[in-house]
């Protein structure tokens, strides 16, 4: 079959790898049907998250057909023939995370927690196509996938929408959801959210959704005008962080209060606002006193109004630098982060689609074969094209 | 020394004495296989080791990563850029950094212990909530047979009779191959605790134990399993090694959780046989 492989950091390319089989007893078989490109993978293929090895398969945003299923499955939960969405972190449903619906904190799925275990303290679940940190999983960014403990992970599907309706409950729905969700928004409330890639454009209408009152996007007028532009669409307030004070357009639309929301989703590859920033955070982490470039969190942390809320859905891989603990502290702030419990969000997700209230396809700026993956990769990265979010075809 | 202050040592990332945990076998054969080009060799001693393992990997990666991207951009920037990527992967290979040196800052000292006590012999002690019950987790405990299916290193266990067994654990073929031994029951709590020793006239020195106890609300059951292995009498050395690979605490650490993993959701996690590529465009399986 085709699959995406990660070489180098920056180089990915297609080969012929072999079909995936059965290893345990509760492992399904997927034909995938559509598969995607995340910001996520992007930290990967460059490096941020440097526990790729030459030859993984990428990719963690997949749906499709199952077409096989192991002895021990639950055929009453997942059979062959189903259509599924397949979560991007893979769990147990048994251990003291999955009960507590902390999904993407699963302790059984990860098959090297030791890695984790080093730089994190604690391991976090497998997670497909996502480095060796979260078990070296073979990704979804190939024709078949293997899902372990299938009648847990594989989300059935109704027949009715086509894949770009539904294929975004893998990650990036649930991801925007729940980074309004578990601030619990109330209805007078303004949420920031600093970046417009597909995961703030999912924060955006998520927060509607939910409620708030009034939402405001934050990226670059000058780089990405077609992101400000959804984010405009939506019904969000735009701050160009390229020719504006962010803060102070923040403290002007909230009364002087700041934001009650302030989300991250941007993650560790953030541009930098000022030169000395830029400059201080490239040094740092040439020196490795630093592994990323956490710009967004630093502002959200300072314009967010005391006692707010910061959301970071942004992903970050190991040590940051130069995070305004004063803030945080003396403006008795609130941290709610984690990668998302996607199991925990896909049912009432799937129920906003089939009310209509929205249609997920919005972000979907590029459809193109498997084969074209690399080119995809790169304007995805140069935000060239208009790109926005690409849907791979792995049958074409 | 109460049960839970033990065992919360044991989790410590770096414990108040220095010694790193348990991850950090397999993550020097991570940094072996991922950039065995940059590992030193041993021998190797001109500049001893002060930068611990897992900090190395960080290291080796980010320093490899800027290094390409300084060279990939052909202005002044990118050459500093490529040279602290060069100083950085050094730092990560040989396990040595300068700055440190002049810091007199040493993280590795405690590996360093830690490694000479395994010549002593091997004493782990690992617990775990498990989700399931006392009943459950002592039954299938019960039968020894079942331990080959999370005790990576055990080949086969045979029941004799009610309280003896024989083992069979597997050891690199250039060292024989097996080691074999017959082992008996010595205490016997139903539901609470199971212990058990190799026959004294064994080659190998075993004895083990297995408690469980109800966990504080829904958390499973607090399984405690002690495990003792001493190299036979007289005989020194890496004998250990033999039987465990290079870290003897750490494997039978995740034999532990490998045994909590089958409890709860009945299969181990694992990746073996399946594809990927090899970047020059035959994929294989792993
Ligand atoms: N928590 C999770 O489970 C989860 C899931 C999916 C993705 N993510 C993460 O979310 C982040 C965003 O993903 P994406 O697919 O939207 O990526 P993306 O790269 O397409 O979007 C990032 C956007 O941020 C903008 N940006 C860069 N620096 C900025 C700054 N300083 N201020 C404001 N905007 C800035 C960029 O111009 C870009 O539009 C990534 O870090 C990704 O890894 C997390
Ligand atoms: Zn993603
Ligand atoms: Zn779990």
Same mark, same amino acid.
């Given at each position: #079959?085709?699959?995406?492989?990660?070489?180098?950091?920056?180089?990915?390319?297609?080969?012929?790898?072999?079909?995936?089989?059965?290893?345990?007893?509760?492992?399904?078989?997927?034909?995938?049907?559509?598969?995607?490109?995340?910001?996520?993978?992007?930290? @990967?293929?460059?490096?941020?998250?440097?526990?790729?090895?030459?030859?993984?398969?990428?990719?963690?945003?997949? #749906?499709?057909?199952?077409?096989?299923?192991?002895?021990?499955?639950?055929?009453?939960?997942?059979?062959?023939?189903?259509?599924?969405?397949?979560?991007?972190?893979?769990?147990?449903?048994?251990?003291?995370?999955?009960?507590?619906?902390?999904?993407?904190?699963?302790?059984?799925?990860?098959?090297?927690?030791?890695?984790?275990?080093?730089?994190?303290?604690?391991?976090?679940?497998?997670?497909?196509?996502?480095?060796?940190?979260?078990?070296?999983?073979?990704?979804?960014?190939? *024709?078949?996938?293997?899902?372990?403990?299938?009648? =847990?992970?594989?989300?059935?599907?109704?027949?009715?929408?086509?894949?770009?309706?539904?294929?975004?409950?893998?990650?990036?729905?649930?991801?925007?959801?729940?980074?309004? *969700?578990?601030?619990?928004?109330?209805?007078?409330?303004?949420?920031?959210?600093?970046?417009?890639?597909?995961?703030?454009?999912?924060?955006?209408?998520?927060? =509607?959704?939910?409620?708030?009152?009034?939402?405001?996007?934050?990226?670059?007028?000058?780089?990405?005008?077609?992101?400000?532009? #959804?984010?405009?669409?939506?019904?969000?307030?735009?701050?160009?962080?390229?020719?504006?004070?962010?803060?102070?357009?923040?403290?002007?639309?909230?009364?002087?209060?700041?934001?009650?929301?302030?989300?991250?989703?941007?993650?560790?590859?953030?541009?930098?606002?000022? #030169?000395?920033?830029?400059?201080?955070?490239?040094?740092?982490?040439?020196?490795?006193?630093?592994?990323?470039?956490?710009?967004?969190?630093? *502002?959200?942390?300072?314009?967010?109004?005391?006692?707010?809320?910061?959301?970071?859905?942004?992903?970050?891989?190991?040590?940051?630098?130069?995070?305004?603990?004063?803030?945080?502290?003396?403006?008795?702030?609130?941290?709610?982060?984690?990668?998302?419990?996607?199991?925990?969000?896909?049912?009432?997700?799937?129920?906003?689609?089939?009310?209509?209230?929205?249609?997920?396809?919005?972000?979907?700026?590029?459809?193109?074969? @498997?084969?074209?993956?690399?080119?995809?990769?790169?304007?995805?990265?140069?935000?060239?094209?208009?790109?926005?979010?690409?849907?791979?075809?792995?049958?074409? | 020394?109460?049960?839970?202050?033990?065992? $919360?040592?044991?989790?410590?990332?770096?414990?108040?004495?220095?010694?790193?945990?348990?991850?950090? &076998?397999?993550?020097?054969?991570?940094?072996?296989?991922?950039?065995?080009? /940059?590992?030193?060799? !041993?021998?190797?001693?001109?500049?001893?080791?002060?930068? $611990?393992?897992?900090?190395?990997?960080?290291?080796?990666?980010? %320093?490899?990563?800027?290094?390409?991207?300084?060279?990939?951009?052909?202005?002044?920037?990118?050459? $500093?850029?490529? &040279?602290?990527?060069?100083?950085?992967?050094?730092?990560?290979?040989?396990?040595?950094?300068?700055?440190?040196?002049?810091?007199?800052?040493?993280?590795?000292?405690?590996?360093?212990?830690?490694?000479?006590?395994?010549?002593?012999?091997?004493?782990?002690?690992?617990?775990?909530? +498990?989700?399931?019950?006392?009943?459950? /987790?002592?039954?299938?405990?019960?039968?020894?047979? !079942?331990?080959?299916?999370?005790?990576?290193?055990?080949?086969?266990?045979?029941?004799?009779?009610?309280?003896?067994?024989?083992?069979?654990?597997?050891?690199?073929?250039?060292? %024989?191959?097996?080691?074999?031994?017959?082992?008996? +029951?010595? $205490?016997?709590?139903?539901?609470?605790? +199971?212990?058990?020793?190799?026959?004294?006239?064994?080659?190998?020195?075993?004895?083990?134990?297995?408690?469980?106890?109800?966990?504080?609300?829904?958390?499973?059951? !607090?399984?405690?399993?002690? /495990?003792?292995?001493?190299?036979?009498?007289?005989?020194?050395?890496?004998?250990?090694?033999?039987?465990?690979?290079?870290?003897?605490?750490?494997?039978?650490?995740?034999?532990?959780?490998?045994?909590?993993?089958?409890?709860?959701?009945?299969?181990?996690?694992? +990746?073996?046989?399946?594809?990927?590529?090899?970047?020059? %465009?035959?994929?294989?399986?792993?």
């Amino acid at each position: #079959m085709k699959a995406l492989i990660w070489c180098a950091p920056y180089k990915v390319k297609v080969e012929d790898v072999p079909e995936p089989k059965i290893i345990n007893k509760r492992d399904a078989i997927i034909r995938v049907t559509s598969t995607c490109i995340c910001g996520s993978d992007l930290h @990967l293929v460059d490096g941020f998250i440097p526990f790729m090895k030459p030859g993984d398969i990428l990719g963690h945003e997949p #749906m499709g057909i199952v077409e096989e299923v192991g002895p021990d499955v639950d055929k009453s939960k997942v059979n062959v023939g189903d259509r599924v969405v397949v979560p991007f972190h893979i769990s147990c449903g048994e251990c003291f995370f999955c009960q507590r619906q902390m999904y993407s904190c699963c302790d059984n799925t990860n098959t090297k927690p030791y890695i984790g275990e080093t730089l994190l303290g604690q391991a976090t679940a497998g997670i497909l196509g996502y480095s060796h940190l979260t078990g070296g999983y073979a990704g979804g960014q190939a *024709q078949f996938l293997r899902v372990p403990l299938a009648d =847990f992970n594989c989300q059935k599907m109704p027949q009715e929408f086509e894949d770009e309706k539904l294929v975004f409950l893998s990650d990036i729905y649930p991801t925007g959801y729940m980074a309004i *969700q578990h601030c619990n928004p109330q209805p007078d409330d303004t949420v920031a959210i600093w970046g417009c890639g597909p995961v703030g454009q999912f924060a955006i209408r998520s927060a =509607f959704l939910l409620g708030a009152a009034q939402v405001v996007a934050i990226d670059d007028e000058q780089k990405v005008p077609e992101r400000m532009q #959804m984010a405009r669409d939506a019904g969000a307030i735009t701050i160009d962080m390229h020719d504006e004070y962010v803060y102070d357009r923040l403290l002007d639309l909230t009364g002087g209060l700041g934001p009650d929301i302030c989300v991250d989703a941007v993650g560790m590859e953030a541009h930098g606002y000022t #030169m000395l920033e830029t400059i201080y955070d490239k040094v740092k982490t040439n020196l490795f006193m630093e592994t990323e470039r956490p710009h967004a969190v630093r *502002q959200a942390l300072m314009c967010c109004r005391k006692g707010g809320t910061v959301s970071i859905a942004g992903v970050y891989g190991g040590l940051s630098d130069k995070i305004p603990m004063g803030a945080l502290m003396n403006k008795a702030l609130t941290i709610k982060t984690g990668q998302t419990h996607v199991h925990r969000y896909v049912p009432e997700l799937l129920e906003t689609i089939r009310q209509g209230r929205i249609d997920p396809s919005f972000v979907v700026t590029h459809r193109m074969p @498997l084969s074209e993956a690399p080119h995809a990769y790169n304007i995805f990265r140069e935000k060239s094209d208009g790109c926005i979010k690409v849907v791979l075809d792995p049958a074409a | 020394m109460p049960q839970t202050q033990q065992s $919360a040592a044991n989790r410590g990332v770096h414990t108040g004495d220095g010694r790193q945990r348990s991850g950090e &076998g397999p993550l020097r054969q991570f940094i072996q296989e991922h950039v065995p080009s /940059l590992t030193p060799q !041993n021998g190797h001693q001109a500049h001893r080791q002060n930068v $611990a393992d897992g900090e190395r990997v960080v290291s080796v990666a980010a %320093g490899a990563i800027l290094a390409g991207l300084g060279l990939a951009r052909r202005d002044l920037t990118g050459l $500093a850029i490529a &040279g602290v990527g060069g100083a950085l992967a050094y730092r990560g290979a040989t396990g040595h950094c300068p700055m440190y040196q002049s810091l007199g800052v040493d993280t590795a000292t405690g590996e360093q212990h830690r490694r000479s006590a395994e010549s002593r012999g091997v004493q782990v002690t690992e617990s775990y909530y +498990i989700r399931k019950s006392p009943e459950e /987790l002592y039954s299938f405990w019960r039968n020894f047979e !079942n331990l080959p299916q999370f005790m990576e290193h055990l080949e086969s266990v045979h029941n004799e009779g009610d309280r003896r067994s024989h083992w069979v654990a597997t050891a690199p073929a250039i060292y %024989g191959g097996q080691v074999e031994w017959d082992a008996e +029951i010595t $205490a016997d709590e139903p539901n609470r605790r +199971i212990a058990w020793r190799a026959l004294p006239d064994s080659d190998i020195q075993h004895s083990g134990e297995v408690r469980f106890q109800p966990g504080p609300g829904d958390r499973g059951t !607090n399984v405690t399993v002690n /495990l003792q292995y001493h190299p036979p009498a007289g005989q020194v050395g890496r004998w250990l090694a033999k039987l465990f690979g290079e870290e003897p605490e750490t494997q039978i650490r995740e034999d532990v959780r490998r045994f909590k993993r089958l409890m709860e959701t009945g299969e181990i996690p694992s +990746i073996k046989g399946q594809p990927r590529g090899t970047c020059l %465009g035959h994929g294989t399986r792993s």
